[in-house]
T-cell receptor, first 111, second 119 residues
Framework: SQTIHQWPATLVQPVGSPLSLECTVE??????LYWYRQAAGRGLQLLFY??????ISSEVPQNLSASRPQDRQFILSSKKLLLSDSGFYLC??????????FGPGTRLTVT | AQSVTQLDSQVPVFEEAPVELRCNYS??????LFWYVQYPNQGLQLLLK??????LVESINGFEAEFNKSQTSFHLRKPSVHISDTAEYFC?????????????????FGKGTKLSVIP
């Protein structure tokens, strides 16, 4: 069966510090991978998605970036965090136009 | 492009009462529809999905949703709720094949409905 992992589970970072969130998927090959951010009262915002290694599409201009160095690994990064980057970050995987499966999430607080 | 409207941001309901969470979508192409549930500080879990076939779909924990193409709706219902159903529920839509172009791998989510079950 497929499993998706995210770490860390929680993170408190000062403004201006770098960020690296990692997501890995087990039990499937060549999945589509997604990063979402969930801020209070704002629903889910798609940040990035990837249909293959090295292929990243950005949905929202911001100071975040994503990379996919391996087939089942998706990394969300920032060089300098802003207060507005606080939120709940969710990674998901899917196969084409069907449902997506979500990881447990990372709670990021920027202070 | 698709859009999803969840008409109620919060729905309080007493335990063992019925509930309906409303979802309407907008799309110029055929769609697949989904309901997800999110418990506090957890990821989203797929509750049920409509891809094709019967317009009434059911989950293993008593929820059901009916796809109504003419009204572009996919409302979620449960005849008798439990305390454990307290969570946030998200409706989502994606384009179904054949695809019109780029972005066909994306889900478009509604803003969510918080269901609070009152003892």
């Amino acid at each position: 069966s497929q499993t998706i992992h995210q770490w860390p589970a929680t993170l408190v970072q000062p403004v201006g510090s770098p960020l690296s969130l990692e997501c890995t998927v087990e039990g499937t090959s060549n999945p589509n991978l997604y990063w979402y951010r969930q801020a209070a009262g704002r629903g889910l915002q798609l940040l990035f998605y990837s249909v293959g290694i090295g292929q990243i599409s950005s949905e929202v201009p911001q100071n975040l970036s994503a990379s996919r160095p391996q087939d089942r690994q998706f990394i969300l990064s920032s060089k300098k965090l802003l207060l507005s980057d606080s939120g709940f970050y969710l990674c998901a995987w899917g196969t084409g136009a069907y449902e997506q499966y979500f990881g447990p999430g990372t709670r990021l607080t920027v202070t | 492009a698709q859009s999803v409207t969840q008409l109620d941001s919060q729905v309080p309901v007493f335990e063992e009462a019925p509930v309906e969470l409303r979802c309407n979508y907008s799309s110029s192409v055929s769609v697949y529809l989904f309901w997800y549930v999110q418990y506090p500080n957890q990821g989203l879990q797929l509750l049920l999905k409509y891809l094709s076939g019967s317009t009434l779909v059911e989950s293993i924990n008593g929820f059901e949703a009916e796809f109504n193409k003419s009204q572009t709706s996919f409302h979620l219902r449960k005849p008798s709720v439990h305390i454990s159903d307290t969570a946030e529920y998200f409706c989502a839509v994606t384009e179904s094949p054949p695809y019109s172009g780029a972005g066909s791998y994306q889900l478009t989510f509604g803003k969510g409905t918080k269901l609070s079950v009152i003892p």
